[in-house]
């Protein structure tokens, strides 16, 4: 349910409790004219139930604006982590306070034009030297255990030159978010509130090595949203549908 939907249901609510409320009802003796109408005691329950509705409602509705939203898994790109048709809660408020972990799951707009987020893995931090070589992941010089994947990645991947190279071959920053150089604090780090994304499944994700860096905050600084707000929407830490795979997300 959206929010929209959610404030709409919380004003049938509202409504039907101010209608019960100035109605008040009227005694009827079994058997006498009028028998059935709702006596004073049932309206009584029924306000009281509306009220805990009400209050219910608006709760839900800060939480899912401002806390937690769901996030429906589309494709199968984090598998076998997330399958298909999996729904998450993503915390909204996490990342307004700390900075993303490496292996952190995150929901974000990602630099290049679509109608929905992505969801993929933290590989690489700020400050990061990142290497893919051989189907291995190496941070800063040493080899990322990852029980997590489905399969190798099977292409080379290097930060260079102020660029990221896939198979030798530096991304484009017209079709990558890849900053200017002087963003850069070093010609094999990754820049200052950029992040590498990988999907778990490696040979069957749109990520990092297709389009260059997500980005915390600020604007996108290349590729087809140069220009346009950065962020992440939020951290994934729990598998809640369907009922038989119910986990944190580590």
């Not at 409602?57 to 076998?80: H, K």
């Not at 994304?197 to 980005?215: C, K, P, T």
Request: hydrophobic share 40%; aromatic share 10%.
């Amino acid at each position: 349910m959206t929010p929209l939907e959610l404030l709409a249901l919380i004003a049938v609510f509202a409504i039907v409790r101010v209608a019960i409320s100035i109605r008040p009802g009227t005694p009827v003796a079994p058997g006498g004219e009028g028998e059935g109408r709702t006596s004073p005691s049932a309206r009584t329950v029924i306000r009281e139930y509306l009220d805990a509705f009400i209050v219910a409602g608006l709760v839900a509705l800060f939480l899912i604006t401002f806390v937690v939203r769901t996030f429906f898994i589309p494709s199968g790109s984090m598998e076998p982590t997330l399958q298909i048709h999996d729904v998450l809660l993503v915390n909204e408020f996490e990342y307004r306070f700390t900075k993303p972990h490496e292996g952190d799951i995150v929901v974000f707009p990602p630099p290049i034009i679509s109608p929905n987020d992505f969801i993929k893995r933290t590989i690489g931090l700020p400050g990061d030297q990142i290497r893919v070589h051989a189907g291995v992941v190496y941070r800063n010089g040493v080899a990322m255990d990852e029980p997590y994947i489905a399969a190798k990645p099977n292409y080379e991947l290097e930060l260079k030159n102020y660029g990221v190279y896939i198979d030798g071959i530096p991304l484009d920053p017209a079709m990558a978010n890849i900053p200017p150089k002087e963003k850069w604090s070093a010609p094999d780090r990754i820049p200052d509130g950029c992040y590498l994304m990988f999907g778990d499944n490696r040979l069957n994700s749109e990520d990092s090595h297709i389009w260059g860096f997500a980005q915390l905050s600020g604007t996108f600084q290349n590729g087809p949203r140069k220009g346009e707000k950065a962020s992440f929407t939020g951290h994934a830490f729990l598998l809640f549908y369907p009922l038989n795979r119910i986990r944190i997300l580590h």
